[in-house]
């Protein structure tokens, strides 16, 4: 199967979940396969979180959505290290950001603490 024929399926299945929403799918697949962000903004209840989740299925992708909110730590993202007294070692466990597709929902709501420096503008001297 070529890379045409995989993306027409990819679009195809996820259109069984959003109807009417072929364009914004289609560059949804696009940014994905071009390793991009996308920024969807839109009002509640359209279906963005459903889109994103689909699309994930689609691919074989794992997916986590991040709520970002004013109490989020850095940790509450990225994961923590901690004892585990049983075993008496160190175990990680991973946050939602160690996943292929992540949502991050409301991001301006949380501290600029926690807001990850890849989604903050970029302030270089050049």
Request: some cysteine; overall charge neutral; charged content about 25%.
């Amino acid at each position: 199967m070529d890379i045409e024929q995989a993306a027409k399926q990819i679009v195809d299945n996820v259109a069984n979940v959003i109807v009417g929403k072929d364009e914004v799918i289609e560059l949804c697949l696009v940014a994905m396969l071009c390793e991009g962000h996308v920024l969807m903004e839109d009002v509640p209840g359209i279906g963005k979180t459903t889109l994103v989740k689909a699309l994930a299925r689609s691919t074989g992708c794992t997916f986590k959505r991040i709520q970002f909110t004013p109490d989020l730590l850095p940790s509450d993202v990225t994961g923590i290290l901690f004892f585990n007294q049983k075993t008496q070692e160190f175990e990680f466990r991973p946050g939602p950001i160690i996943s292929q597709i992540v949502l991050a929902d409301e991001i301006n709501r949380a501290t600029p603490r926690a807001q990850p420096r890849c989604w903050s503008p970029c302030r270089s001297g050049k």
